[in-house]
């Protein structure tokens, strides 16, 4: 398995306030990405990274952001936490290598965040 | 935008019956395709994966997937499942050339082998 390690791995949290979820990676890999995953709707990305201080937008980021100071590093934060973000959340990661690498994503063990 | 149709919901089999999930992309440019799947309370694992070449891609685990351009699909196939194959399957689609890495997702098939 790839070394991702996500924190915290369980969360409850109360409406409005702010979250912060944690990637850590051991591959030194320099893309990395947060899906949420719901009932009914797979997965979904909700923001990615290309590189330390490089971030981009997914299909459902409104009202996430995120941040990535190292390559190891990558956060994700709910800024006033609200009860349709309760979800499982994974981070993933890939590599450069080649053309086909860079589209094989391996996933971290996710987090379970419940907003009340 | 992309999008990826994973037909079946639920699928419940017995054991040594054989399996096919069905997955249908909308994009007519280069795709390059992905099965994942999920264990129950673990992460996604990549199952196979397709770029180019020939079209029937072999997997871990007994599994298989052919593509099918002219019909936009991606179906997963397992001559005989095993009570152990019981998890939720993703199939998964990437631009090839788009200048982005994203997957785009099906919302996944659960299948579920009865002993």
């Known amino acids: 398995d790839a070394g991702i390690t996500q924190s915290p791995r369980h969360k409850v949290t109360e409406t409005g306030t702010p979250v912060t979820l944690r990637c850590h990676q051991t591959?030194?890999?320099?893309?990395m990405y947060w899906y949420r995953q719901d009932p009914g709707h797979g997965l979904r990305l909700i923001h990615y990274s290309y590189g330390v201080k490089d971030t981009d937008k997914g299909e459902v980021s409104d009202g996430y952001s995120v941040s990535r100071s190292k390559t190891e590093d990558f956060l994700l934060t709910l800024e006033s936490a609200t009860s349709s973000q309760t979800s499982v959340y994974f981070c993933?990661?890939?590599?450069?290598?080649?053309?086909?690498?860079?589209?094989?994503?391996?996933f971290g063990p996710g987090t379970r965040l419940t907003v009340t | 935008a992309q999008s990826v149709s994973q037909h079946n919901h639920h699928v419940i089999l017995s054991e040594a019956a054989s399996l096919e999930l069905g997955c249908n992309y909308s994009y007519g440019g280069t795709v390059n395709l992905f099965w994942y799947v999920q264990y129950p309370g673990q992460h996604l694992q990549l199952l196979l994966k397709?770029?180019?070449?020939?079209?029937l891609v072999k997997g871990i685990k007994g599994f298989e997937a052919e593509f099918i351009k002219s019909k936009f699909s991606f179906n997963l196939r397992k001559p005989s499942v095993q009570w152990s194959d019981t998890a939720e399957y993703f199939c998964a689609v990437a631009l090839s050339g788009a200048g982005s890495y994203q997957l785009t997702f099906g919302k996944g098939t659960k299948l579920s082998v009865i002993p």
């Open positions: 397709y770029f180019s070449g020939d079209p």
């Open positions: 993933a990661i890939s590599e450069t290598l080649d053309r086909a690498s860079i589209y094989e994503q391996y």
């Open positions: 591959e030194n890999h320099r893309y």
